[in-house]
């Protein structure tokens, strides 16, 4: 048997799930046993990223004994865009800014 969490997080707590499942078991499997999918609709396994510790997994990856699987939303910004958006505001900041 393997111990395994499933862990996902919304923007006001986190769900963490404790498992106990057949040696062989794949990401998948725990995430359909885990329940989550029933109780946050918004899970798609074809939309939502997984991974295991933080690194990106397959569905079909198989589980070690103490892994942590993650389901991950996407994205509400683009990382770049952030950062190009402040960039500019401090390019901005410096050409108008009072004093030399």
């Known amino acids: 048997m393997l111990s395994i969490e499933i862990a996902y997080a919304l923007p006001q707590r986190q769900e963490l799930i404790r498992l106990q499942l057949p040696a062989g078991s ?5 995430i359909e046993t885990s329940g989550l999918i029933q109780k946050y609709p918004a899970i798609d396994l074809k939309q939502n990223k997984v991974g295991i510790f933080g690194k990106l997994a397959k569905l079909d990856t198989p589980l070690r004994d103490r892994d942590r699987v993650e389901i991950y939303r996407p994205l509400i910004a ?3 865009e952030v950062r190009r958006k402040r960039a500019e505001e401090g390019k901005a900041m410096k050409k108008g800014g009072g004093e030399s």
């Open 78 to 80: 683009d990382p770049k």
């Open 26 to 30: 794949v990401v998948q499997q725990a």
